[in-house]
């Protein structure tokens, strides 16, 4: 199974999982063995790049010149998704040019002057923004920590949100957009993309607690299944690669203390088919159009 972006390859063909890497010369990709033979992950293949996507450039603020739905509208100004602009909508807290409107289905112009909850909106192009996270910043609204959204603030005019946290000890691909809804849909526990993981522990790992892990550990009296797991190739028993669907990355990290080991590193490698192919720690890009695509139509 290939998750470089989507390039499938033939199905029996060895897989394998690479180091996740912190530089433009690094290929920091993911491919798994299997669970049974627990086979080294190899870094044989290069990612998967599309050539005919080009990245979408930073988009101005503005809308289209003609009529759109009143809960669109205030979607597209980033505070919430549609199906929460109709709950604000219906309760009598949006205005259009002055007037309470609470009929579902109201279409406004782009010239019409929309004020939700008392703020004036600004309807802006959605902004997806892939960010290598370094150690030090955090999601957490914490005047002690760094905040991860100021390396990606000079990204768009647009409020950014993060799509999942990630504390001040985890590095790797954090997602940035004005989407609510890719927030809510990323986020949301029925969201089954894969997560996937290099660790590093303080002692190796031994093979008897990988086979517990693989077969599913208890945490806070619920079991975690994991999608994959094996170590790194060429590297000490400590490094681990390990695929999973959960977006609660603490989940992650139990998963081995709850045997016993302490977690030194923690670098998400790939999220959702992203990976952190030619992107440096502490760098972003812009998502091309394809891989837009790509994230709307996961399940």
């Not at 010369?25 to 299997?34: E, I, M, R, T, V």
């Not at 409020?159 to 927030?183: C, E, I, Q, S, Y």
């Not at 302490?262 to 088919?273: E, N, P, Q, S, W």
């Not at 159009?289 to 790509?294: D, W, Y």
Request: charge should be positive.
């Amino acid at each position: 199974m290939n998750t470089r972006g989507g390039n499938n390859n033939k199905s029996n063909k060895k897989t394998s999982f690479q180091k996740g890497g912190s530089t433009n010369n690094q290929k920091s990709g993911s491919k798994f063995g299997s669970n049974k033979s627990y086979k080294p992950f190899k870094k044989e293949d290069k990612p998967f790049k599309n050539k005919e996507s080009k990245p979408v450039a930073n988009p101005k603020v503005g809308v289209k010149d003609e009529h759109i739905r009143l809960n669109k509208y205030i979607s597209n100004s980033g505070v919430c998704s549609r199906r929460d602009a109709d709950l604000y909508i219906q309760s009598g807290n949006v205005t259009v040019n002055g007037q309470v409107v609470t009929e579902m289905g109201y279409k406004v112009k782009p010239t019409d002057k929309v004020v939700f909850d008392g703020v004036l909106l600004n309807p802006e192009k959605k902004v997806y923004v892939l960010l290598n996270k370094p150690k030090g910043f955090s999601t957490a609204e914490d005047e002690n920590v760094s905040s991860a959204y100021d390396l990606v603030r000079n990204a768009s005019t647009s409020v950014l949100k993060p799509v999942g946290r990630m504390d001040k000890t985890t590095v790797g691909l954090l997602l940035f957009t004005n989407d609510n809804d890719l927030v809510q849909k990323f986020t949301n526990q029925a969201q089954k993309s894969s997560k996937l993981y290099h660790v590093s522990l303080a002692n190796n790992l031994k093979y008897e607690d990988l086979e517990k892990i693989k077969n599913g550990v208890y945490v806070d009296n619920h079991k975690v299944w994991v999608d994959e797991i094996s170590y790194v190739e060429n590297q000490p028993k400590s490094e681990v690669g390990i695929r999973v669907k959960t977006s609660n990355i603490k989940v992650v990290r139990s998963v081995f203390e709850t045997l016993g080991y302490d977690v030194i590193k923690l670098d998400r490698v790939m999220f959702a088919g992203l990976t952190k192919w030619g992107l440096a720690r502490g760098q972003w890009r812009f998502l091309t159009e394809q891989e837009i695509i790509n994230l709307k139509n996961l399940k």
